[in-house]
């Protein structure tokens, strides 16, 4: 079986819950909205982060797995964040319709790309 692929993100992220989105240029950049009942969650560089948030925590890194991923693949991000876990790492993950996103802090992305290249995963 060939490894993985995980691809580096090269930005700093912003993980924030604002009330809304209308403002947002989402003609560029990286952004991942999510809206429930109760909150709208926004996942964006930290340098386009807006000025007014309800809850902010910067600090992130992100890793994304190659896709697109079939939807018939299964342990995929379990696998992954079991790994982490292991390794005391913590994650926040997103995913969209070709892949998934995984943030980890800052401080400990080296940490967690070296642990994750010596359990088989390979890293570009």
């Known amino acids: 079986m060939t490894?993985?692929?995980?691809?580096?993100?090269d930005r700093d992220l912003t993980v924030c819950k604002v009330r809304s989105v209308?403002?947002?240029?989402l003609s560029q950049g990286f952004y991942f909205i999510a809206r429930t009942e109760e909150e709208i969650s926004l996942v964006c560089e930290t340098d386009r982060t807006p000025e007014v948030t309800d809850a902010r925590e910067d600090g992130w890194k992100a890793f994304r797995i190659q896709g697109p991923l079939d939807f018939s693949l299964i342990g995929?991000?379990?696998?992954?964040?079991?790994?982490?876990?292991?390794?005391q790492i913590g994650?926040?993950?997103?995913?969209?319709?070709?892949?998934?996103y995984i943030l980890v802090r800052k401080e400990n992305f080296e940490r967690a790309m070296a642990v994750l290249a010596e359990n088989g995963y390979e890293i570009h």
């Open 91 to 100: 994650i926040f993950a997103v995913s969209t319709y070709n892949t998934d």
């Open 22 to 25: 209308g403002d947002l240029d």
């Open 3 to 9: 490894a993985m692929v995980l691809k580096r993100m």
């Open 76 to 87: 995929i991000l379990s696998k992954i964040s079991a790994i982490l876990a292991e390794n």
